[in-house]
T-cell receptor, first 109, second 116 residues
Framework: QSALTQPASVSGSPGQSITISCTGT?????????VSWYQQHPGKAPKLIIY???KRPSGVSNRFSGSKSGNTASLTISGLQAEDEADYYC??????????FGGGTKLTV | QVQLVESGGGLVKPGGSLRLSCAAS????????MSWIRQAPGKGLEWVSY????????NYADSVKGRFTISRDNAKNSLYLQMNSLRAEDTAVYYC?????????GGQGTLVTVSS
């Protein structure tokens, strides 16, 4: 199972909005509404911030939003804050009953 | 609050074995599918395995199939990963995660280092 494709890096200024894309195939992102996004600060464990394409776990800021179109998913962060600087990973359930992750995107604020 | 405390990592020689454990609290363990994911030093996330609520179904990444075995004990609120025939490329931080279609990580992971 090949990894999902994410840009290596994105950047934005405080207060701006950014979008991170995640491209898969009809066997993963395109097959189900089981797309997830994770935030990971250096030296810390990954934190689930979006699941089922666009749902936020309790306690996650509504500045984070997710969407999907075809085989591509997107994470949008609005009102960028310095604390948003982290690595972001997308994930998708697959038709092989596995979970596949993207390579990660480093967000610089 | 979901708490998942991993243990059992350490330094092991190539070809050796380790058994990872994960103690769960803060939620009804038996209601959730569970997974293991890992992260090699400086690399991205990699899904390893999942197990369904009763343990009746499991699946593995191709990279560990036939070498790793996931199991659970709902009476003990615990998840396990038996790792055999370890290779250098298995070196990673291993995280226990709640869920099958997404992963809620609740701990800091346990480091497994495979080296001679």
């Amino acid at each position: 199972q090949s990894a999902l494709t994410q840009p290596a890096s994105v950047s934005g200024s405080p207060g701006q909005s950014i979008t991170i894309s995640c491209t898969g195939t009809s066997s993963d992102i395109g097959a189900y509404t089981y797309v997830s996004w994770y935030q990971q600060h250096p030296g810390k464990a990954p934190k689930l911030i979006i699941y089922d394409v666009s749902k936020r776990p309790s306690g996650v800021s509504n500045r984070f939003s997710g969407s999907k179109s075809g085989n591509t998913a997107s994470l949008t962060i609005s009102g960028l804050q310095a604390e948003d600087e982290a690595d972001y990973y997308c994930g998708s359930y697959t038709t092989s009953s596995t979970l596949v992750f993207g390579g990660g995107t480093k967000l610089t604020v | 609050q979901v708490q998942l405390v991993e243990s059992g990592g350490g330094l092991v020689k190539p070809g050796g074995s380790l058994r990872l454990s994960c103690a769960a609290s803060g939620f009804i363990f038996s209601d959730y599918h569970m997974s293991w994911i890992r992260q090699a030093p400086g690399k991205g996330l990699e899904w390893v395995s999942y197990i369904t609520t009763t343990g009746s179904n499991t699946n593995y990444a191709d990279s560990v199939k036939g070498r790793f075995t996931i199991s659970r004990d709902n009476a003990k609120n615990s998840l396990y990963l038996q790792m055999n025939s370890l290779r250098a490329e298995d070196t990673a931080v291993y995280y226990c995660a709640r869920g099958r279609y997404s992963s809620t990580v609740g701990g800091q992971g346990t480091l497994v280092t495979v080296s001679s």
